[in-house]
């Protein structure tokens, strides 16, 4: 069944709507009112590495095309416009640069000889083989995860034994800050986990060597609230568990929770703009049903189904930290088309943090 708008051109409607069922006629379909998360999308991290790679792929353009290692930020949109428009290839192995230098060669193009590494971080095993492969690197890891990761090696070196709070045993993030020290690590299921994970160790029964020398560090982009839980229960269990002064948990991943929570009591529907594999704004999607109990994902307008407007009339909409402002301001002017008198409220602060830009450093002699 389709179901059109008062506002549409259609030679069908003139004189009025025709016969449609009640559900799906304007005045019980249209929104009117848009509340845009605030702050939402690029955080300073995302914008750093972005740049990063951007500057890189111009900088070093006569020497070749560019390659990252894993994605440079956790959305389907920005990689697909850094490889369309910049030349720039990812690669999940940096023993998949062979394949790509011959490809490149067929096509009369060159690999440069650098390798930018992704916001989330990569082990020191990965920094290794760079280095013995003679690649010169480009580290566009966010701050707040390289701070996790000198904590790593810090409490690693000091004797404590690592509980890492996390999602995934398979996210970029996790597998780089255990990296630091793999042998003193384990990682835990934060509460409230809706990923299936049997690498992850439950809070609730996760055994160390010693109870009286264990910490616990966090990835960067979990539940706020999942996070202080998981914490509360370890500490319980292990009363001597250190906790850093500082949490892990960075502030846009608070911020944009905290958006979410004020804008959820009078919205009847939240669309929250991320790819899947973005943890952060999965953890976005899951407190937006939890709070206002419809929420739908998607990656930009074209996912937007009308069936899900037929019964709302105040929508809200935010978006990862990876996500690009663009791909919701195409939501508002979907809105807008719809309802020309569409009243957009945006309230909250935008963060003013900046992260300075990576330098590339040349391999070093083994």
């Not at 398979?170 to 690590?185: D, N, S």
């Not at 986990?193 to 049997?198: A, E, M, S, V």
Request: contains cysteine.
């Amino acid at each position: 069944m389709t179901c059109y708008l008062a506002t549409q051109v259609d030679s069908k409607f003139v004189g009025g709507l025709r016969d449609t069922p009640a559900a799906c006629r304007y005045d019980e379909r249209m929104i009117e009112k848009l509340y845009l998360a605030k702050p939402r999308g690029f955080c300073a991290g995302v914008v750093m590495a972005i740049e990063a790679v951007e500057d890189a792929a111009t900088e070093l353009s006569h020497e070749g095309d560019l390659a990252v290692y894993h994605a440079i930020v956790h959305n389907n949109t920005v990689v697909e416009r850094l490889e369309d428009t910049r030349n720039v290839h990812f690669v999940e192995a940096l023993s998949e640069l062979d394949g790509l230098r011959k490809r490149a060669a067929q096509d009369k193009r060159q690999l440069a000889d650098t390798v930018v590494f992704s916001a989330h971080g990569v082990s020191p095993a990965v920094r290794q083989e760079a280095n013995r492969l003679g690649l010169a690197t480009i580290d566009a890891t966010c701050p707040l995860v390289t701070k996790v990761h000198t904590e790593a090696k810090k409490y690693a070196k000091e004797g404590y034994h690592i509980l890492l709070i996390g999602d995934s045993t398979k996210h970029q993030e996790v597998i780089g800050t255990r990296g630091e020290a793999p042998e003193a690590t384990t990682v835990v299921s934060v509460i409230g986990n809706r990923k299936h994970d049997p690498e992850l160790a439950d809070p609730h029964t996760v055994t160390v060597p010693n109870a009286e020398k264990v910490v616990v560090l966090t990835q960067t982009t979990l539940s706020v609230d999942d996070t202080m839980k998981t914490i509360a229960i370890l500490k319980e269990r292990f009363p001597k568990l250190v906790i850093p002064p500082r949490d892990d948990l960075c502030y846009a991943t608070k911020n944009r929770q905290d958006a979410v929570r004020n804008i959820a009591p009078h919205v009847d529907m939240f669309l929250v703009v991320t790819s899947d594999y973005s943890s952060n704004g999965m953890r976005l999607l899951e407190l937006a049903e939890d709070l206002c109990g419809n929420a739908k994902r998607v990656e930009s307008v074209d996912d937007i189904d009308e069936s899900w407007l037929e019964h709302a009339t105040n929508v809200g909409v935010t978006s990862a930290a990876s996500t690009p402002d663009d791909l919701v301001q195409a939501i508002v002017n979907f809105f807008k088309t719809r309802n020309p008198k569409l009243n957009v409220v945006e309230e909250g602060e935008w963060e003013d943090i900046t992260f300075r830009k990576p330098k590339r450093i040349p391999a070093t002699a083994s």
